[in-house]
T-cell receptor, first 111, second 113 residues
Framework: GESVGLHLPTLSVQEGDNSIINCAYSNSASDYFIWYKQESGKGPQFIIDIRSNMDKRQGQRVTVLLNKTVKHLSLQIAATQPGDSAVYFCAEVSGNTPLVFGKGTRLSVIA | DAGVIQSPRHEVTEMGQEVTLRCKPISGHNSLFWYRQTMMRGLELLIYFNNNVPIDDSGMPEDRFSAKMPNASFSTLKIQPSEPRDSAVYFC???????????FGQGTRLTVV
């Protein structure tokens, strides 16, 4: 799910299917993680968060999974809808340092 | 609450001119962040404040960039003189504390020609 250079990785999903967006975070000391959604022309919007003492958290149609052993975070979106099309960022926080963002993954929902 | 408010939404300026971007954080939030977003580099943290005090400005690209937070409800990011490579979307975000979720404004799209 992380991008390299100019191009964001893109995930194309059929409407109604489930989406899984992955993120590899960098700091083993990070203790708080957030997924953001950014639609075109807008700022990043909070979706769901998870602290390091948990490995799963569910919201409305979204689930975040945390695997601290391999420093991996995923966002699962159930029954993906056209309105879910956006760029998704994971962000990590360590102690009292600010959010560090990944490069993002573009989700494209095919109607 | 209206959320984080940034102005202007769009700014087009000529190289060499001074540019000032403005931000009103969410009331009650103690931390404020300035980010820059480009296709090449993604979201970069430029500087952040806690209780109106600048904590870390190591992300500010050059001395041409400066930021202030004179009070809890207002911050500015200034570029003087501006250059074409400063063209980007600049976001302001605020949070209750350093380690809670940040809420972003709509951003200022800056174009330096």
């Amino acid at each position: 799910g992380e991008s390299v250079g100019l191009h964001l990785p893109t995930l194309s999903v059929q409407e109604g299917d489930n989406s899984i967006i992955n993120c590899a975070y960098s700091n083993s000391a990070s203790d708080y993680f957030i997924w953001y959604k950014q639609e075109s022309g807008k700022g990043p919007q909070f979706i769901i968060d998870i602290r390091s003492n948990m490995d799963k958290r569910q919201g409305q149609r979204v689930t975040v999974l945390l695997n601290k052993t391999v420093k991996h975070l995923s966002l699962q979106i159930a029954a993906t809808q056209p309105g879910d099309s956006a760029v998704y960022f994971c962000a990590e926080v360590s102690g009292n340092t600010p959010l560090v963002f990944g490069k993002g993954t573009r989700l494209s929902v095919i109607a | 609450d209206a959320g984080v408010i940034q102005s202007p939404r769009h700014e087009v300026t000529e190289m060499g001119q001074e540019v000032t971007l403005r931000c009103k954080p969410i009331s009650g939030h103690n931390s404020l962040f300035w980010y820059r977003q480009t296709m090449m580099r993604g979201l970069e943290l430029l500087i952040y404040f806690n209780n109106n005090v600048p904590i870390d400005d190591s992300g500010m690209p050059e001395d041409r960039f400066s930021a202030k937070m004179p009070n809890a409800s207002f911050s500015t990011l200034k570029i003087q003189p501006s250059e074409p490579r400063d063209s980007a979307v600049y976001f302001c975000a605020s949070s209750r504390d350093m380690n809670t979720e940040a809420f972003f404004g709509q951003g200022t799209r800056l174009t330096v020609v």
